[in-house]
């Protein structure tokens, strides 16, 4: 049928409500779809033909989507709620069995099992109690002090989803640097005498005002080079969720992974969804949970990436257990000229974790006496601080902590 073309029109009360449900179907998703996408998308279907799937369709995906990446989740949704609800559970339900029963490498693709947790999400959820229980924490730790101080490794399921969630909200700021530019500012310290005379010129060469500059000021880039062995392989996976949130939040970062070999990410990570940056991911890197060569990494990186990314006063975070496969072969050379390349050189260790830790292993040896800074990263304390530390001025080069 053919609805009205006035711009004023309302929607059907029951189409209103259909969009309504639809645009929380897409929330659970994972899309960012509001209230105002929600009263668009209504408004829109008063101006198509609603016997046209095909006009609906574009009709919502104009109204409620904003990102390319966002139209697959959003294809997916409307096709299993535009139809009768039951078989659109029963579809939901036989994808999920389907992802249950196929290896790994024949799932479904993001989009469609984003889509079928929604609508799972919907029925599983339990009724709300009228009368909670009321339990005495007297005595007790708060479930997000324990949180914040489980070690990655030790974590289930739950653990690790809520602590990925706690990672998205982590900003890390670094210190501010002053570089070599300026811009105008009447209250700044620099004489523009340049700007000063021209604009005499004006005054027909009176000297009114005086210009004047200040030094622009602003964070050097960031640097990451993220070990993804088997033995790293826990800590990797939860910590590519605090490498993403930080690639999106800022720019000039850099990510490389390595295990056997150095892989550049940084363009994979820039991706805003998650969970399909880490799929860009997974295809870029071939060697994931494999052996480690730190020394070969290392140098590679040092060949091929230093002068591109370590320009400007850079901060490099290094995260791995010190580990190597090659018994520390050309480790300490490489990890010396690392060192002098860049302004500041972070270590993060798991390992450090340990109390009585002490670094016997030939990689740990070799790399220690060339990093500013020697820290553990196995939780979300230490991940904070970290952000701690970087949001300080950075130490004199060359003291050890």
């Not at 620099?190 to 009176?206: A, C, F, N, P, W």
Request: net charge positive.
């Amino acid at each position: 049928m053919s609805v009205t073309q006035d711009p004023l029109a309302q929607p059907h009360p029951r189409i209103a409500a259909n969009v309504m449900h639809f645009a929380r179907l897409l929330r659970r998703a994972g899309l960012p779809v509001g209230p105002a996408e929600a009263i668009a998308a209504q408004q829109a279907l008063t101006h198509i033909d609603l016997a046209s799937r095909t006009q609906a369709r574009t009709a919502l995906r104009t109204a409620m989507i904003h990102r390319h990446e966002h139209q697959d989740v959003f294809d997916q949704a409307f096709a299993l709620f535009w139809r009768d609800p039951a078989a659109a559970e029963q579809a939901a339900a036989m994808a999920l069995m389907e992802a249950q029963k196929k290896p790994k490498a024949e799932r479904a693709p993001p989009a469609s099992r984003r889509v079928a947790e929604a609508f799972a999400s919907k029925k599983d959820r339990p009724p709300p109690k009228e009368e909670p229980p009321v339990i005495d924490m007297t005595m007790t730790v708060s479930e997000q002090e324990r949180l914040q101080q489980m070690d990655f490794e030790a974590m289930g399921a739950a653990e690790i989803a809520n602590a990925k969630r706690e990672i998205r909200r982590l900003v890390l700021p670094l210190d501010l640097r002053r570089t070599r530019r300026l811009r105008a500012d009447q209250n700044g310290p620099v004489t523009d005498l340049k700007r000063t005379i021209r604009g005499s010129l004006r005054q027909g060469g009176e000297i009114l005002t005086i210009a004047r500059n200040r030094r622009v000021t602003r964070p050097p880039p960031l640097v990451v080079l993220c070990d993804i062995s088997g033995s790293m392989a826990r800590y990797a996976q939860i910590l590519l969720h605090f490498l993403h949130a930080v690639t999106n939040d800022r720019d000039r970062v850099s990510v490389f992974l390595f295990g056997t070999r150095l892989s550049n990410v940084t363009r994979q990570l820039k991706a805003r969804d998650p969970e399909v940056a880490f799929q860009m991911v997974a295809h870029a890197v071939p060697d994931w949970s494999g052996g480690t060569r730190i020394g070969e990494a290392v140098a590679s990186f040092n060949h091929l990436w230093a002068k591109r990314v370590l320009g400007q006063g850079a901060v490099v975070l290094l995260i791995t257990d010190g580990l190597d496969r090659d018994g520390a072969r050309g480790l300490a050379e490489n990890m010396d000229r690392l060192h002098r390349s860049c302004t500041r050189l972070i270590w993060l260790n798991p390992l450090l974790r340990w109390s009585g830790f002490e670094p016997k292993s030939q990689g740990i040896r070799a790399m220690l006496p060339h990093v500013d800074e020697f820290r553990p990263v196995h939780n979300l304390a230490s991940l904070r601080s970290l952000i701690d530390l970087l949001s300080r001025p950075a130490p004199m080069k060359g003291s050890q902590r």
